[in-house]
């Protein structure tokens, strides 16, 4: 059985003695109330847990009533669903999901989230083949934890460890580099691209991508964004020389390259500033680099928040259609 780690200040920036609060979502039954003290992790045997997985989970801290003035428990996040997360030896967190017989492995990254998760585990759930869901909680930017899944201002190695994983789970299931499928959404497009180039996948499928890492996280895009936050914990100070560094990560990587005919297929809005941004260059890239066998799949939506609504369906559909030409 899986062992699942909680870390409430490592997950969640809770820098205090907390509780875990676990529920069963079709019992509506409490099943764990944990206290755990400050900046410490708590390991949960799932073998207690139901075949059905339909739990989750939130923590609270103490508090005093405004009302009462009595100390309690008060919720310090909303309920979050529980995976069964596991942890390499290196520390990488990630699910692993194998199907009996398939012949494909579909390895998901996550994009940018303020609590970093597992994106797309329960569009795929019934779909026919091994998922590889990969977190990034790596980076040393506070509140997102991003590292891009790349090895820029961080003590975690994140590259060598993501390659590791892929060739274990490989190996596990009996099938070669070329038997993945890269995938996801922004910055997990553009770790999809990134690793399929480097190692040699079979597929990719990524929505509206990062291509030019410097100019996207260094314009912050609004005040909300944690974009610039990003930047400085990944490269530095924002400035010319650190931009064009970080823009040549995955062009220095498409230049030298060997796997020039991944077959890549990527979403993105016509009139997204991702498409002029990023897609555009890209294009350029491949075409300078001899690289083929691109698809771009185009659809009718203006701002990368489209993603959320026009990539699942598509995802979804082309994972469908990859599965079937090996059967």
Excluded: C
Aim: proline share 3%; no cysteine; net charge neutral.
């Amino acid at each position: 059985m899986v062992k699942i780690l909680f870390n409430p200040f490592e997950d969640y920036n809770i820098n205090e003695y907390s509780r875990l609060v676990i529920r069963d979502k079709e019992t509506e039954s409490f099943v764990l109330r944990q206290p755990i003290d400050e900046r410490s992790t708590f390991s949960f045997d799932s073998k207690v847990l139901k075949s059905h997985w339909n739990y989750r989970f939130k923590f609270q801290v103490r508090r005093k009533d405004e009302k009462s003035g009595e100390i309690r428990w008060s919720d310090i996040t909303d309920y979050k669903r529980l995976y069964p997360e596991r942890m390499g030896a290196s520390g990488l967190k990630y699910l692993l999901y194998k199907k009996p017989k398939s012949k494909k492995l579909l390895v998901v990254f996550q994009a940018i989230n303020k609590n970093p998760t597992y994106n797309y585990v329960g569009l795929l759930k019934d779909e026919n083949m091994h998922k590889l869901y990969i977190k990034d909680v790596y980076g040393e930017e506070r509140l997102t934890k991003t590292s891009y899944y790349l090895n820029y201002n961080t003590n975690f190695d994140v590259e060598n460890s993501v390659v590791r994983l892929v060739e274990k789970v490989l190996d596990e299931v009996n099938l070669s580099m070329e038997d993945v499928i890269f995938a996801g959404s922004s910055k997990g497009g553009f770790a999809a691209l990134y690793y399929a180039y480097k190692l040699g996948a079979g597929h990719v499928i990524a929505g509206g991508p990062q291509i030019l890492l410097g100019n996207y996280l260094s314009k912050g895009h609004d005040e909300q964004s944690v974009g610039k936050n990003i930047f400085n914990s990944m490269f530095g100070e924002i400035n010319e020389d650190n931009i064009n560094a970080a823009n040549e990560i995955l062009p220095a990587l498409l230049e030298n390259t060997v796997n020039k005919s991944v077959d890549i297929h990527i979403h993105v809005g016509y009139w997204e500033p991702h498409f002029k941004d990023h897609i555009e260059p890209f294009m350029e890239l491949a075409a300078k680099n001899k690289i083929t066998n691109i698809t771009l799949h185009m659809n009718d939506y203006e701002t990368h928040s489209g993603l959320a609504t026009y990539f699942p369906p598509f995802f979804k559909q082309t994972v469908q259609k990859l599965s079937e030409l090996e059967q």
